[in-house]
């Protein structure tokens, strides 16, 4: 009777176990999904009032993050590690990291815009810094002076489609690198073909949507890849205070020293560029260097979605 007693205890305790590991990891990766679902609905209009897309209820954007939290938990962040036997010629002019060496690159989405751009912009020029702004082609319209003033002063310019439109978008392969394509037409128009950019963002995050077949195609072309480890979740709510801002920043979800930030710079994203000093002197402290993204930093992409 006591040996039956002791294994029903011991059972009781690994469930107890594992239910407590469950909701860890699910609670985790429902904050990992979060960008990616609200990405969905960058491109809908919005309410003036709330700021919030004309249509959608908090409900509906919920259950969405639910449906995509179980797919999310075997999509973890990877760094792609060349075999050695393996290794290209334009491996060996990639960007080499210490282990040790602590870098940060502030990265911003969906612009240029008007008036938040600028003043992410100025901030960064006061403190010295280089970012990478991944654009969207459609935004550069009648803002072509916000993408040269990037240029000059020293950004990375990266490619984060035309339309932005993820129903688009995502309809085949050839859709996505058209996208790209267009993208960097329009750049070329307002800059010149001297800028040629290859570093690319998927709308929403390339978890669930790069496959073998469309990363091949996308190296075929000289394109390399860079989702993110930080974010300030402004994508998700821009009107999260500074302070919040500032705390999510220094969540990493890899225990890695080389942090990639996803910060956005669309209109409604104010409390973004008021977050930004603190971000900045917080990293400065920690013995980080920012840097911009460009071709011969080392792709970071999530994990490459499986043939069903």
Not at 12 to 20: K, M, P, S, Y
Not at 46 to 71: F, L, S
Not at 183 to 212: M, Q, Y
Request: glycine share 6%; aromatic share 8%.
């Amino acid at each position: 009777m006591k040996k039956l007693t002791l294994s029903l205890s011991y059972i009781a305790i690994a469930f107890l176990v594992v239910l407590g590991c469950s909701q860890f990891i699910e609670e985790r990766a429902i904050g990992q999904v979060s960008e990616q679902v609200m990405e969905q609905f960058a491109t809908q209009p919005v309410d003036k009032t709330t700021g919030a897309p004309i249509g959608q209820t908090v409900e509906r954007a919920i259950g969405q993050i639910k449906d995509a939290t179980m797919e999310q938990l075997i999509e973890e962040p990877l760094i792609p590690k060349p075999e050695p036997n393996k290794a290209k010629a334009s491996d060996k002019a990639q960007e080499t990291l210490k282990e040790e060496e602590k870098v940060v690159y502030l990265t911003f989405d969906d612009g240029p815009t008007g008036k938040v751009t600028e003043k992410i912009l100025d901030v960064l020029k006061a403190h010295d810094i280089k970012a990478t702004f991944f654009v969207v082609g459609k935004e550069i319209i009648q803002r072509e002076s916000v993408l040269k003033r990037i240029y000059e002063e020293g950004h990375s310019i990266g490619l984060h489609t035309y339309s932005h439109n993820l129903k688009s978008i995502y309809a085949s392969d050839e859709n996505f690198l058209a996208e790209m394509e267009k993208a960097t037409d329009k750049i070329h128009e307002v800059l010149g073909t001297t800028i040629n950019p290859k570093i690319i963002r998927f709308p929403g995050g390339s978890s669930g949507r790069l496959s073998e077949d469309l990363l091949n195609k996308l190296h075929e072309e000289g394109y390399k890849i860079y989702d993110w480890n930080v974010s300030l979740e402004d994508g998700v709510n821009p009107n999260l205070t500074p302070n919040q801002m500032v705390q999510n920043a220094k969540k990493c979800s890899r225990n890695t020293t080389r942090r990639i930030i996803l910060a956005h710079c669309n209109s409604s994203n104010k409390n973004t560029y008021n977050a930004l000093p603190e971000i900045i002197n917080y990293y400065k402290s920690q013995g980080y260097v920012f840097k911009p993204i460009d071709e011969k930093t080392q792709e970071f992409y999530y994990r490459i979605k499986t043939k069903k």
